[in-house]
């Protein structure tokens, strides 16, 4: 008899023997038939058991009363004190010089904009980007126009006719110049900058760039976008302008303070965009302790205008900390580094010529910054302990983004995971590019629609305050294998809730989580967090494209502007105190636990 026959006859005994009333009375057949009758028993269950070889699905198991799944965690947040304080203007945008080549500047007095704008308020706006370094001003308040392009002059006459011609409302409260495009207007403006990109693309695929007027005119339009929108903006100057002995040449940059200054505006500085593509975009290096030399000499410019003498100056705004930026960057602090408030570098995370939407969803890539922050930070501490550290100018894709990926529910994941981890490691402000202008990896396209990251940052700015807490998690364990480094598909991050949110008390805290796995995950609250009431704020993609799409649902209802100048009421959706929380597949969201009177979040 078969090994497997003989053991299933043993057990097939034993569960008679397990239940004797089962077994027939010796009055009724002799017991000698309880042989043949066990094989029998015994080939059935042998026969059953192969036949579910391969198959996939669990057998059924009987659990002890009581016995949690293991696929359960369990999460408490640490609320004494906060591990790290951020910047109260956190996430903070900016507009790139490009959108004065595509005409966008003139739009920007748009009511739908400035209404987007002020959602994302408290923040920096800084206006720089590759064509920083093609900047020149010119203090004209009626210019020619100069603007090449294709087709016909898009705009009507100037910046008063716009407004005239537009049906311009005035913001009383603040005196800000609000418009109302017609939509023929825009229609025609989106043709001229679809074009426009194409230009802007080929300049920036072969590294040559055609300067950019900016008039006293466009400042004006800048700073009333910024102002009426509560944004501070940060104006990067020309840093390519150079003498014959290569020190900076001054002479733009000082006619743009004088008018600033005359108009009372309030700004801060910095000068230059990724200085160590200088010598592929102009033919000329400039070396770290030049460029420290340079900023002392703006800040010796700054000083004497009353209003800019404590202005804020930040840079160097350096690429990614690779051995030649990182020499730089060396440089520049034994110079320059008691000049700046901040000290600023940049981050892209993929190229955006070979991008798939997978790549959004790799904890390998979400995990490329936490390296370079250690490089900066090694760096700045050297030189400057405790200086604030930024990272400006973060996108997910290079070459402008790609289209349904970079502006798609996918890219959240990427936006998501990089604030929680840089409020984590204690940088100071992350700027994100762009608001809006041409490419793909802005918040707002060129329709004037919010995109998901744009939803995705109005959750955080009304949920998420600066304190930054510590997370304890178990049942997240696994067993490291030899050579292979243990990623996280779930990240969870803990703040104080934002204390201008007024339908929190001060004491409660706000989690944001990531599920990048297929399968649902279930999280328990325990410690001070436990049977404690839940607000949920779920953010899915809305539509049949999945992750590739543009809309997105917060606990099930889409997320659209109730009018030009009204964003949607944000509602939670309250789960019971006690309740597991159920993050489904492939989201993100926000949960915010009422009422923990968490010492760290009572006060600022």
């Known amino acids: 008899m078969p090994a497997a026959v003989r053991r299933n006859r043993r057990t097939t005994g034993c569960l008679l023997c397990a239940f004797p009333e089962a077994m027939p009375s010796s009055n009724s057949r002799p017991p000698a038939c309880l042989a043949p009758v066990a094989l029998f028993l015994a080939l059935l269950l042998h026969l059953s058991l192969s036949s579910q070889v391969g198959d996939r699905r669990p057998l059924p198991v009987d659990r002890a009363p009581g016995l949690k799944e293991k696929t359960l965690i369990l999460l408490d947040v640490s609320t004494k004190n906060p591990v790290r304080t951020v910047n109260e203007n956190f996430l903070s945008l900016q507009l790139d010089p490009s959108i004065i080549h595509d005409g966008w500047l003139d739009f920007l007095s748009s009511k739908r904009l400035v209404t987007l704008a002020r959602g994302l308020s408290p923040a920096f706006l800084r206006f720089g980007g590759k064509r920083t370094d093609f900047l020149q001003f010119q203090n004209l308040r009626n210019p020619a126009k100069s603007r090449g392009g294709p087709g016909p002059d898009y705009y009507l006459k100037n910046y008063e006719d716009d407004i005239v011609r537009s049906d311009v409302a005035l913001d009383k409260q603040k005196g800000c110049k609000i418009a109302q495009h017609p939509d023929v207007m825009l229609e025609l403006q989106r043709e001229k900058a679809a074009q426009m990109h194409l230009v802007l693309l080929k300049e920036q695929f072969s590294n040559t760039y055609s300067n950019l007027i900016l008039t006293a005119r466009s400042l004006d339009k800048l700073y009333n976008f910024a102002d009426c929108s509560g944004l501070h903006l940060i104006f990067a100057l020309n840093a390519l302008r150079r003498n014959p002995n290569n ?169 998501l995971n990089t604030l929680g981890m840089l409020a984590n490691q204690g940088i100071d402000v992350v700027i994100r590019h762009s608001f809006f202008d041409h490419g793909y990896n802005h918040l707002v396209d060129q329709n004037f629609n919010p995109l998901p990251d744009y939803w995705l940052s109005l959750l955080y700015k009304r949920l998420i305050g600066p304190k930054v807490l510590a997370v304890h998690v178990a049942g997240l364990q696994r067993k ?75 606990n099930g209802q889409p997320l659209v502007m109730v009018d030009d100048g009204t964003l949607p009421e944000l509602k939670p959706r309250p789960l019971r105190a006690g309740r597991t929380l159920v993050i489904p597949p492939v989201t993100m969201g926000f949960y915010v636990v009422k009422n923990v009177n968490a010492l760290a979040c009572r006060y600022r």
Not at 339 to 367: E, N, P, S
Not at 539 to 547: F, K, N
């Open 247 to 415: 020190s900076w040449n001054s002479s733009s940059a000082l006619s743009l303070l004088k008018y600033s200054a005359s108009k009372k505006y309030n700004i801060s500085w910095e000068l230059g965009n990724e200085p160590n593509n200088y010598r592929t975009m102009h033919g000329r290096a400039v070396n770290g302790s030049q460029l420290g030399k340079d900023y002392i000499q703006l800040k010796s410019l700054l000083q004497p205008i009353r209003i800019y003498s404590r202005a804020s100056l930040y840079g160097p705004n350096i690429g990614r900390p690779r051995k030649n930026v990182i020499a730089l960057l060396d440089g520049f602090m034994k110079v320059a580094g008691s000049t700046v408030d901040a000290v600023t570098w940049q981050h892209c995370y993929i190229d955006g010529r070979v991008v798939k939407v997978m790549d959004f969803l790799k904890t390998r890539l979400l995990d490329t910054l936490s390296d370079q922050i250690r490089k900066i930070q090694k760096v700045v501490n050297t030189y400057t302990p405790g200086k604030k550290i930024w990272l400006e100018g973060v996108v997910t894709t290079s070459a402008g983004g790609t289209n349904n990926l970079s502006d798609s529910y996918a890219a959240g994941f990427l936006w």
């Open 480 to 554: 490291p294998r030899p050579g292979r480094v243990i990623r996280d598909k779930l990240r969870i991050y803990a703040h104080c809730t934002n204390h201008h949110n007024h339908n929190y008390v001060r004491g409660s805290i706000t989690l944001f989580i990531i599920n990048l796995h297929r399968s649902r995950k279930k999280i328990k609250l325990a410690g001070t967090l436990r049977d404690k009431l839940v607000h949920q704020y779920l953010l899915q993609p809305y539509g049949q494209e999945g992750l590739k799409s543009k809309s997105v649902q917060l």
